[in-house]
């Protein structure tokens, strides 16, 4: 018997198939997943900026979200397509000019909540990409795509594309298989998604990097089976109640410009982990 899997196309030919002609690709990667993807995308002489602006983009430089132009052959996306499955950026297409991308995704980087507090908001994690875009409103969702003609993410197992287009005012979403190279037997970080029902609760600690001190006020967010934000308290803690277990990991930054992150296991009862934060740009 046939595997079917076997007769799925690849993810670089997936990708041609389902391009928008006449559209530049553009690439979102999160330099606080993995660092080297700056140096990769020059190297091959893709342009690629941080998506924070000024002082705050320099100091945050290797912890941001950085646009890259992009190109589907190269050593760029040899690097990206082997990750796939590890949420390190998404892509997307459009016919704007770079600078007009970039400003267009800037405009997301900080949102509020009913309270009006603000938070970073992580769009181009593909965790959380695929659970906001199709909880968004009408309204949202188109201004959401603005200059953008069709958005790329990893799906849930790691082993798909999926692909988000505004049309004719509504959105729609496809889900695209294929199949893995030869030898690659694993589906890396995202197959924790699908592992198990259960749930834990998990509690995340920040600490001042430089005096031990707790950190009060900053934005949390964890990633994994699900993504969850929050505000740290008290003792610097902050409580996510009632997440499925899996693997998930932690970034936090607060006004002062303090970040860090972390990885953590949730599984059944009450998990902890603590999250050393310093000053965007100091050693770590």
Known sequence: MVDATSQRPGLRSVLGREAVAGAAWFAVIDAAQDDTARGLARSSGLRMQSLYAGELGARLDHVAPHLSTFALEGQF?????TRWDGNHG??????????????????????KDEGGKKYRFRFYDPRVLRS????????????FFGPVAKYYAAGRSGQSVLTFEWRRERLTMRDHPFSLPAGDGGRGAAAAE??????????????????????VGASVQVSGPV???GVSGSWGETRFESIAAGQYAVFAIDDQH???????????GTSRVRVLCRPAGSPS
Request: glycine content about 6%; some cysteine.
């Open 77 to 81: 996306a040899d690097w990206l397509f």
């Open 90 to 111: 998404i892509l997307l297409q459009s016919t704007a000019a770079f600078d007009k991308v970039r400003r267009h995704l800037r405009k997301f980087l900080l949102v």
């Open 132 to 143: 906001f875009l199709p909880s968004c409103a009408p309204a949202e969702a188109r201004e």
């Open 194 to 215: 699908e592992t198990s029902p259960s749930t834990g609760d998990l509690v995340v600690a920040l600490v001042d990097g430089r005096n031990g001190e707790p950190i």
């Open 227 to 229: 993504t969850q934000q």
């Open 258 to 268: 303090r970040c860090g992150k972390g990885a953590v296991t949730v599984s059944a």
